[in-house]
């Protein structure tokens, strides 16, 4: 069993930065290739950023490649999201999720995922 739990969103102007944390609880966090997604009032939950068990690999959906950075930290149990340059498209709910995997393997798909946070809101004002 794995437990998620997200921090850092908020309410930022556009051109602003936000850091989202996502700290898994349980022994098996080192199985699971991480990843965040998001869903904006009215639609569906879309795929933001991956990172892979072993944390050689990323993968990043092209609406934020180039402003955000997933990154995870095995020794202390955490997972990040740093959002630059954020634009009022970027507003809507951000979950952390787990998925059991390979090591190098990236997911993609929401049904890929087994564990989900309860989300944090990031809201960015034009």
């Known amino acids: 069993q794995v437990q998620l739990v997200e921090s850092g969103g908020g309410l930022v102007q556009a051109g602003g930065s936000l850091r989202l944390s996502c700290a898994p609880s349980?022994?098996?966090?080192?199985?699971?290739?991480m990843g965040w997604f998001r869903q904006a009032p009215g639609k569906e939950r879309e795929f933001v950023a991956v990172?892979?068990?072993?944390?050689?690999?990323?993968l990043y959906a092209d609406s934020v490649k180039g402003r955000f950075t997933i990154s995870r930290d095995n020794a202390k149990n955490t997972i990040s999201l740093q959002m630059n340059s954020l634009v009022p498209e970027d507003t809507a709910v951000y979950y952390c999720?787990?998925?059991?995997?390979?090591?190098?393997?990236?997911?993609?798909?929401?049904?890929?995922?087994?564990?989900w946070g309860q989300g944090t809101q990031v809201t960015v004002s034009s």
């Open positions: 999720a787990a998925g059991a995997s390979s090591s190098q393997r990236v997911l993609v798909q929401p049904f890929d995922y087994t564990y």
């Open positions: 349980g022994r098996t966090f080192l199985s699971y290739a």
């Open positions: 990172i892979s068990r072993s944390g050689h690999n990323t």
